[in-house]
């Protein structure tokens, strides 16, 4: 039979490479970039779509944005086939599952599509650019330093995540665990990480049983949006406000209140428009043959100036902004 | 057999004024099922004609591979909703199969053959508690599958928590979307569409499929008759969670990807697609041919918005709206029907 | 037109004329006329599917005619629903019992017009006080507090009557309301009807047995098939007259049980006893035999018959088929054996309402009609043609539900679900409840053609004319017991009487 | 001694001297209690264990956090009982929920100067409405409500969705003194949950004392006989499914004031939970029995059943299964105790045992 020791397992499709890259090649007119997110209905993905679209008006081309209205692979899979029946140049997406939609995004670059994804990456070889946020070894060293700056160096911290199996997520906690081996944190103590569920009543429970469970915490790091306010929220209304820090990655909008009331010090985001704008920026390139996804392309992606394509065909936006009551009332999304 | 009396149809007949409604409008459109497979073809004609890309073989690949699993578990659930009975866990057992499945061979060394027949099994044995508890127990099979959809789900990720498992060789999962050679249709079809021949004979043809709907209607009545209710219930539990079973295998497949959250919500698709197909949520009416129609025109709809850019907001207004109709609307023929028949009826008289 | 009514000498309290109603193709009423007066109890009968019970709906607001007038007191009388009915005072029992199972007994009855206390709050101490008394008046006694789940037919009927006479109203119609009911029970009907009529209300009384309706009717209206025959004084009436009427022929002696060969015996019970139901019964019956088992209503006969069936378990004994043992709790095992048992309830146990009469006829059959395991639709019809012609069946196609066919005609269609399985052993509970004369002497020649043919019979019957006129042999039960064994000879209506109420109870 | 009452030293009970002045509780009734108390057991022993591995889970916080945790799912269990007791269910809830807090952001966007009754009474009278577009469906068209609000299920959260576009409400577009509404507490207590109480009380007040809540169980116990008995069927159904949406217009408000930061996915799949707590509470799925207080304790059992795995820190990943195992075990309780009554309704009647 077949067993995993003798299977053979590769999906052959490590192309992302192949053919040689001009980059003097113009950015072509009219290409059809199609923006796939997670889910519709998610502020922050319509927020980064939002700055695809100003990045697709800039270069002339047709902006489409569709999805899914649940976050699953399986529809995102069904969308991926649509679009590529209907002769996208390229598909921005960000995934839901690594591994399950890549048959379909493989089907789509056989069609002749390019493929971006921001935000949240497949198999490297089933796309040819992953625009990342930033780095997560940046956000690992981001988060457990405004963390330790809050609590003065020193006591019990936890983590408020999302989904137990969201990639992005688990890589960066293991990054912030060994961030947290350095030797400046050596008096900070990981006691535990719950997860969320990227719900908000979820996370909301989740931060009131870590407060009890753990009498000495003195601070909790959420690195996802819906974690960090609904833990901003618990806090505020409980004896805890100010007491336990909180900080983690959240937008604006949604933190200033507990920035005012003195909940939260600092914490931090990249911008999801200029995510979704290099992200249709990459994708233009490839379709105009500037580049090819390969290590050490470069291009130029309007206001945001030159990037260049690193290893595995990641292109990195850059540190997170960091937010705090004299920043924050500059930003709006 | 306490909660008989629970499941009996709506308004009864000799209490209910338009109790001959239903026959009267099997007489205007034949039946449910022509008509729903009349809408099919309607659809079909429509969007090929006015939708680009949606007549093309591809999409035909596309839209059927998508229609799998939903056809799979409509088959059994037809039958468990014609029997009066419901079962909302599908997609937690389609989940947990398939987190088993990755979690076996992650760690277990055995060869994916039985790896599959081992889920499948699993399956089955998820569908011998739910049996177990509608049956044995005599408990509402609502209530228990809402139990068991939460259950299996949170198994499922207890199993294989965080991680997702994806290294499945690859000629296994190029096998699930390959076509048939020289057309657009994947070679799944096939056994899907055995499995339905199957279940449409069980269901219409045979002795055991006239059990079911007369336990549907009055199950007490059933049992005077010889039908071992129980019995039936629980071995059409156990054949939906060996369908889910198979179903599981598929999806992890063909998505190359084994997680907790495989199928998650398409309980409800299943139901909507079967009572779309003129099943009725009380037991005892409702045929197969009908069902994989409403199997069918949901998926064609759904592939032709999307085609159409339509938003997936409006698809779920459309979905929505869509059930509602397809109770709604013969009813309200059916009123209008009888309401010029007693108009005709009355002027003889009158005169 | 006003019906013609001999000797009217008070103006009439409720009067329906012309009234019609048809369900899609079937005319159930057509021009019916019927005037109730007051301080008098007026009969309807005809045969099943006559249109008795649609008349009572139609009175009750359930149904609205097609055609005709009704008036109350000379008012013309508009019934939009069943409440406008009552609101006009007119209290239905209806032919099944309609209860709300999981609402108390005292709630049942009061339902919408329960006694109020403070904030129109419910008075449920005053309410269970009202239905105790109620009860008192029936001479009963059911606690007012229990659910009504779980009552057996008789008390279901019993809280109907209750329920209806709470109403003190202008009106009470009664649908068959003594045909769960014993001898006694019904005279306690019977007299409240009468202090009823003697405040001057009016009564409309349905029932199949001729000597109830000549004990309390003063007038009788006959219909045949939806369309009125006549008004008369009860007085001016024969039996034979009435039923001329409503079969539109003579009709021949009730029970012709005929004198058939008694064969090897083919069902044997021994022992059987199920904990708090019924204790150590044993019998037997040979082909070719009716055994009648007697007893008052509630005296555990129906559940004997359930158990020996395989419906119920039972905790010991034993059930044999000719010499072999039936496996327990298995009505499948039974039916293979042979056996067949037409139950009491038929909307319950017998027929499933939504189905066709051809799929309810062949329902007990559909193995022995499969080929290879498939069943095609053509045999099923033919067996379901051949069955109810035989037992004429009144059904506008063999396709439409059961559920549309009268009362009387669904018990035919029961009847020719387990004659079609060809058994050796014919287990009958109160055959001829609810079905008119003529199907009446039809099934009793049936039954005596079938233990000609050497078919073994069990007969549950609470008619003891019926009981005397069809066995061969009478088993008596009383609380659970089999009290007493009585040779056809030996037979009488003291006798069984005597037996079933436990008086000199020697087996 | 009668010739029909074979039963009658059972039945004698009956007819015992009753104290006139005493209303005697009702076998039904009674049977209700128990499953309260049941309820209330195992909600107290849960409270128990909990506190034991951790004292801080009695803490006042704690406590409040449950309280406030519990309201929402409390009002619309209490909502979906007065449905689910006439034979009928509303899934439809969690869109409701959703649309109807979107709406309040909305309105607090675009007229920043609403005082918060006007937003609740506009967020209730939306409910009601989308409640009324179920109750009409079911009424008028005879049809199913598990088939229409399952449509409108999917209906209600498009044209949410499709309203919100993607959109998100932040608490700082909300006035301070509604958000408070969704904190502050009286005496301790939070005022979410004194609302969640009101509603409660009210509702099994009215199931319990009143003709027309009787009347719903009689819907629920036998639609047919319902009709015949001139209950307004159509009317009733109709108005529960007014009155649950209001309830769920209610939540959404409620939703809005405490979460703050609104979207279209707000209160998505809420509705199993929602009928989950209704079981639990020991409401008859198929209608005819159960009570406003038992859905309210199963609402309450269910947060707390979270909240308390989330302090004694089991592995999130079988919380889930906890919840699943815990409904089955629920109806199985329920079941259990049905066999047992109906037992001795049997040895009441059963005849010379
Ligand atoms: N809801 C219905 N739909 C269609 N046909 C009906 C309906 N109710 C009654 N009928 C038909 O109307 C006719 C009269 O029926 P009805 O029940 O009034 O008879 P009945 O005189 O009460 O008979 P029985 O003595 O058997 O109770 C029958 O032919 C029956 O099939
Ligand atoms: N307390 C009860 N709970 C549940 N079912 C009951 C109860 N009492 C009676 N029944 C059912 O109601 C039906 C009629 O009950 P009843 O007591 O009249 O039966 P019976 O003793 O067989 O009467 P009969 O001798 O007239 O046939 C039976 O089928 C019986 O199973
Ligand atoms: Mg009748
Ligand atoms: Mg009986």
Same mark, same amino acid.
Request: hydrophobic share 40%; charged share 15%.
């Given at each position: 039979g077949t067993t995993r020791d003798n299977s053979d397992n590769d999906s052959g499709a490590g192309n992302q490479a192949s053919g040689a890259a001009n980059p003097d090649a113009a950015i072509k007119e009219g290409l059809k970039i199609a923006f796939l997110p997670k889910q519709l209905n998610n502020p922050y993905f319509t927020v980064s779509d939002g700055g695809g679209k100003s990045a697709v008006t800039e270069i002339k081309g047709e902006f489409k944005e569709v999805g899914p209205s649940e976050a699953s692979a399986s529809s995102q899979v069904s969308y991926i086939n649509t679009l590529s029946q209907q002769g996208m140049d390229v598909i921005v997406t960000s995934a839901n599952d690594p591994n399950a939609i890549c048959g379909a995004l493989n089907q789509a670059k056989t069609a002749g599509a390019k493929i971006v994804t921001f935000d949240s990456d497949t198999k490297p070889e089933c796309r040819q650019i992953f625009v990342n946020q930033v780095t997560a070894e940046g956000i690992a060293e981001n988060q457990v330093k405004l963390i330790s700056q809050q609590i003065g160096g020193e006591g019990e911290i936890a983590i408020l995540s999302a989904t137990a199996n969201a990639t992005n997520q688990n890589a960066w906690i293991a990054l912030m665990k060994d961030e947290l081996k350095k030797p400046e944190y050596a008096k900070i103590k990981l006691v535990t990480v719950a997860y969320g569920n990227d719900d908000d009543q979820k996370s909301f429970q989740e931060t009131q049983g870590l407060l009890q469970s753990y009498p000495n915490l003195k601070g909790i790091i959420s690195p996802t949006t819906v974690g960090v306010a609904a833990a901003g929220r618990y806090l505020s209304g409980s004896q805890y406000k100010g007491k336990v820090k909180l900080t983690g990655l959240g937008t604006p909008n949604q933190m200033r209140q507990y920035v005012k009331d003195g909940t939260v010090d600092a914490f931090a985001l990249w911008s999801p428009a200029d995510l979704g704008y290099l992200a249709a920026y990459a994708g233009a390139a490839l379709a105009s043959g500037q580049i090819t996804g390969a290590e050490g392309d470069k291009f130029k992606a309007g206001k945001l100036g030159e990037f260049t394509v690193g290893k595995d065909g990641v292109v990195v936006l850059g540190p997170p902004t960091v937010f705090d009551k004299n920043n924050i009332d500059q930003f709006q999304f | 057999m306490a909660h008989d009396s629970l499941y009996a149809? &709506? &308004?009864?007949a000799e209490a209910e004024p338009g109790a001959g409604r239903l026959a009267t409008l099997r007489g205007l459109l034949g039946s449910w099922d022509t008509a729903i497979v009349a809408a099919l073809v309607v659809a079909v004609l429509v969007a090929g004609l006015t939708v680009e890309n949606f007549a093309t073989g591809r999409n035909a690949q596309f839209l059927l591979l998508d229609l799998v699993p939903l056809a799979l578990i409509a088959l059994p659930m037809t039958l468990i909703v014609i029997t009066g009975e419901i079962d909302l866990s599908v997609a937690s057992m389609v989940g947990l199969c398939s987190t088993l499945m990755g979690q076996l061979w992650l760690s277990s060394g055995l060869s994916l053959e039985l790896i599959c027949v081992l889920v499948v099994l699993l399956g089955a044995v998820l569908g011998a508690v739910n049996g177990l508890f509608v049956t044995g127990f005599g408990l509402p099979s609502l209530a228990v599958t809402i139990g068991t959809l939460a259950l299996y789900r949170g198994l499922s990720f207890v199993l294989l928590g965080d991680q997702a498992v994806a290294d499945f060789p690859a000629d296994w999962t190029a096998a699930m979307v390959r076509n048939i050679p020289g057309t657009s249709i994947p070679v799944v079809v096939v056994p899907v569409l055995l499995l339905a021949l199957v279940f449409g004979v069980v269901l219409h043809a045979t002795p055991a499929g006239r059990a079911l709907y007369a336990m549907g209607n009055n199950d007490q009545a059933a049992t005077f008759t010889g039908v071992s209710v129980a019995r039936t219930k629980f071995w059409l539990f156990v054949v939906s969670g060996a369908v889910c079973g198979l179903v599981g295998i598929f999806w992890t497949l063909r998505y190359a990807s084994a997680r907790g959250d495989n199928a998650t919500g398409l309980e409800l698709t299943v139901v909507t697609a079967v009572l779309l197909g003129g099943v009725s949520i009380f037991g005892g009416r409702g045929g197969l041919l009908g069902v994989l129609a409403g199997v069918l025109l949901l998926g064609v709809l759904r592939n032709a918005l999307q085609l159409a850019d339509v938003d997936a907001n409006a698809l779920t207004i459309v979905t929505g709206t869509l059930l509602i109709a397809s109770v709604v609307l013969p009813n309200a023929v059916a009123d209008i029907r009888a309401r010029l028949h007693r108009r005709r009826q009355r002027h003889p008289v009158a005169s | 037109m006003t019906a013609e009514l001999p000797g009217t000498d008070e103006a009439p309290l409720l009067v329906l004329d012309g009234v019609t109603k048809s369900f899609g193709a079937v005319a159930?009423?057509?021009?019916v006329h019927l005037a109730l007066h007051p301080g008098e109890a007026h009969a309807l009968v005809g045969e099943n599917g006559a249109g008795k019970s649609t008349l009572v709906k139609i009175l009750a607001g359930a149904h609205a005619p097609d055609a005709g007038e009704m008036t109350l007191d000379g008012q013309p009388l508009r019934l939009r629903g069943p409440a406008d009915a009552r609101a006009a005072g007119i209290a239905v029992i209806y032919q099944e019992p309609t209860l709300f199972p999981d609402l108390s007994v005292a709630e049942n009855i009061f339902m919408g017009r329960q006694p109020l206390r403070g904030l129109r709050r419910i008075d449920a101490a005053a309410m269970n006080r009202d239905a105790e008394q109620l009860f008192q008046r029936l001479g009963v006694r059911i606690d007012p507090t229990r659910p009504a789940r779980g009552l057996s037919i008789a008390d279901q009927q019993l809280v109907e009557i209750a329920k209806a006479l709470s109403f003190d109203a202008r009106v009470l119609v009664m649908d068959e309301p003594t045909a769960a009911l014993s001898g006694v029970e019904v005279e306690r009907l019977f007299a409240v009807a009468r202090s009823l009529c003697e405040r001057g209300a009016a009564v409309l009384f349905i029932s199949h047995r001729f000597d109830e309706v000549f004990d309390l009717c003063q007038r009788v209206t006959v219909l045949r098939d939806g369309a009125w025959v006549s008004s008369d004084r009860a007085a001016d009436l024969t039996v034979d007259e009435v039923v001329r009427r409503m079969v539109g022929r003579d009709v021949a002696s009730l029970y012709p049980k005929q004198d058939a060969e008694l064969r090897d015996t083919l069902l044997e019970v021994r022992g059987l006893t199920r904990t708090g139901v019924f204790t150590d019964v044993s019998f037997s019956v040979r082909g070719g035999e009716i055994v009648a088992l007697a007893g008052l209503v509630g005296a555990g006969r129906s559940e004997v018959a359930r158990a020996v069936f395989g419906v119920d378990r039972y905790d010991a004994g034993e059930v044999l088929v000719a010499g072999r043992a039936v496996r327990a709790g298995s009505p499948g095992r039974a039916i293979a054996a042979g056996m067949a048992l037409v139950p009491e309830d038929r909307r319950q146990q017998g027929l499933v309402m939504e189905l066709s009469v051809e799929r309810n006829a062949t329902l007990a059959r559909r193995r022995a009609l499969s080929r290879l395991g498939i069943l095609l639709g053509g045999a099923e019809r033919a067996e379901a043609r051949s069955w109810t012609r035989r037992l004429q069946v009144k059904a506008s196609r063999l396709g439409a539900p059961v559920a549309t066919l009268s009362g009387g005609n669904q018990q035919k269609v029961v009847l020719a679900k387990w004659l079609a399985t060809e058994p050796r052993i014919l287990i009958i509970d109160e055959p001829t409840r609810g079905i008119d004369v003529g199907t009446k002497s039809e099934v009793h020649r049936l039954l005596s053609e079938l233990a000609g043919e050497g078919l073994a019979i069990l007969m549950i019957s609470s008619e003891l004319p019926e009981v005397l006129g069809m066995a061969d042999r009478v088993l008596v039960m009383h609380e659970g017991r089999l009290v007493r064994e009585l040779p056809r000879a030996e037979a009488d209506e003291t006798s069984i009487m005597f037996a079933a109420t436990g008086q000199g109870a020697t087996a | 001694m009668s010739l029909t009452d074979a039963g009658a030293p059972e039945r004698a009970t009956a007819n015992a001297p009753t104290e006139p002045d005493r209303p005697r509780r009702s076998l039904t009734e009674r049977l209700l209690a128990v499953r309260e108390l049941s309820l209330l057991l195992a909600l107290g022993l849960l409270v128990l264990v909990t506190t034991l591995r951790n004292d801080r889970f009695l803490s006042g916080q704690s406590i409040k956090d449950l309280l406030l945790g519990c309201a929402i799912l409390v009002i619309l269990a209490v909502g979906q009982t007065l449905v689910i007791v006439t034979r009928n269910v509303d899934l439809s809830v969690g869109s409701i929920l959703g649309l109807v807090a979107f709406a309040t952001g909305t309105l607090f966007l675009n007229a920043s100067g609403t005082p918060w009754p006007v937003a609740l009474v506009v967020g209730v009278a939306l409910g009601a409405l989308c409640g009324a577009v179920n109750g009409g469906l079911i009424a008028v068209a005879r049809v199913p409500a598990l088939v229409i609000t399952l449509g409108t299920l999917y209906a209600f959260r498009g044209v949410d969705y499709y309203w919100a576009s993607g959109r998100q409400i932040n608490a700082?577009?909300?006035?301070p003194a509604f958000l408070r509404l969704g904190n502050q507490t009286v005496l301790g207590v939070p005022v979410l949950f004194l609302v969640a109480l009101v509603v409660v009380a009210a509702v099994g007040f009215y199931l319990r004392s009143y003709r027309s809540g009787r009347e719903l169980y009689a819907i629920g116990s036998e639609p047919a006989a319902a009709r015949l008995s001139g209950i307004p069927v159509g009317r009733r159904v109709f108005a529960v499914f007014v009155a649950n949406g209001a309830l769920a217009g209610l939540a959404g408000v409620l939703y809005a004031a405490r979460f703050g930061t609104l979207d279209a996915a707000a209160g998505n799949g809420l509705e199993l939970q929602v009928v989950a707590a209704a079981v639990v509470g020991g409401v008859a799925i198929f209608g005819g029995s159960g009570s406003a207080y038992g859905a309210a304790l199963g609402a309450v059992l269910l947060t707390t059943i979270g909240s308390s795995l989330a302090v004694l820190r089991i592995d999130p990943f079988w919380q889930q299964a906890v919840v699943g195992a815990l409904i089955l075990a629920a109806i199985g309780l329920d079941r259990l105790l049905a066999l047992r009554v109906a037992a001795r309704l049997r040895g009441r009647s059963a005849h010379g045992a």
């Open positions: - | 149809a &709506p &308004p009864t | 159930a009423l057509r021009g | 700082a577009d909300m006035p």
